[in-house]
């Protein structure tokens, strides 16, 4: 069974594990699936690992489908890289979710905590983002079934969508997304239509040429829409044509951006967006806060959930009004804001100083007198002389980015010993790990697992730890 290139036929799928992959045990051996599968299912695996004690692999056949399954409800399920949970049901999504923090808690972290309360599932389980990312490509990705079709002579088309997994050049043109509300594909398809029928080059990753690279849109509650286009270099007479055609076509755009990128990778944080209409800005609402938005300003993707998450967060920090709050990677100041009306103080520390600008502007348009935000790293900030300056903290929130926090800052933080640390995580795995360090001082007082990204595998969990006395 350790072979090369072996395929296990009429596995029975019984569990979920981490990252979304199925589980299975054959002769006491651990497989790991991706493909797409269901506990339930009785599948065939070829594997791409096989090592003593697991496997990995991908699921080839489907012979027997789980009674679970649902009937995915889009067109593109099964080749776009997003929504890969969508035959499940959604109440089994939330249960395998709520499974996967408590085994990471005690898997991971080796900690004792207490029962976990059900995880807060989303009512809007589609159209629910509001912000996506689309990328024009020559290349797009073809079916075996449409290379068949077309012959030896199938050309290259273009495409405007979501690249391929693990195909860094390949992207599936996507004619309907249901992972935002409209006008989103109709903005989509309207720039599209234009740009093939007026023959305007798609960007080639490989060759670094074209002039359409990418398509970022964000759709807020507030009813607020902001387009921004992504081009390689200027082509006035082109993009003036295209962008009022847009306009033209698609009521309700409220800011119109475009970027000139010329570099080999696609991030635009170390350029400068161009207002092409409108104010430059979106503006969204969490409870009664207004937050300003830009092109390049990070915000929770899911504003509903969003909302949710920070009144959990707010909820496990205890706040009288008299506190002094320290919120670290604390991005644009969303969290430190909405907890603002509850502190006594808020220090907001964040190492991208552009983000930092944002939340100055963000507490001072939410009329917030109480907070004050550094740009730069928390391990170098938070000193004696910086506590002296602004206060020791009463309460910690620390919400780090996937990879959790450096080691350096959890030993920080059992240096400082603050009474209460609330620990927002996008990543239990690393969140748990982060936990049994900072184990040696806290203990898990509370647990709630929040559901932001329906029909994924991803998992936000908050947690609140008490400092032992």
Known sequence: MRKKNVILENVSVTAYAAEGKALARVDGKVIFIEGGVVPGDIVDVRLSKNKKDWAEGKATQIHTYSPDRVTPFCDHFGLCGGCKWQMLPYESQLAYKQQQ???HLKRIGHLEFPALPPILGAEKTRHYRNKLEFTFSNKAYLTDEEIREAGEDWPRRNALGFHIPKLFDKVLDIQTCY???????????????????HELSFYDIRRQEGWLRNLVL???????VMVNLVIHHEAKEQREALLNHLLATVPGITTLLYTLNPKKNDSIFDLEPKVFFGKGYVEEKLEDFTFKIGPKSFFQTNTYQGEALYKVTRDFAGLTGNEVVYDLYCGTGSIGIFVSRSAGKVIGIELIKEAIDDAKENAAANNVKNATFFAGDVIDICDDAFFAAHGAPDVIITDPPR????????????EVAAPRIVYVSCNPATQARDLALLNEKYTVEKVQAVDMFPHTHHIENVVLLQRRY
């Open 101 to 103: 923090v408590e085994d």
């Open 179 to 197: 992972l935002q509300e409209e006008p989103a594909n109709l903005i989509k398809n309207t720039i599209r239509d234009w740009a093939e029928k």
């Open 218 to 224: 964000r759709i807020c509650t507030t009813g607020e």
């Open 403 to 414: 990879a959790g926090m450096h080691e350096k800052l959890t030993a920080k933080l059992l």
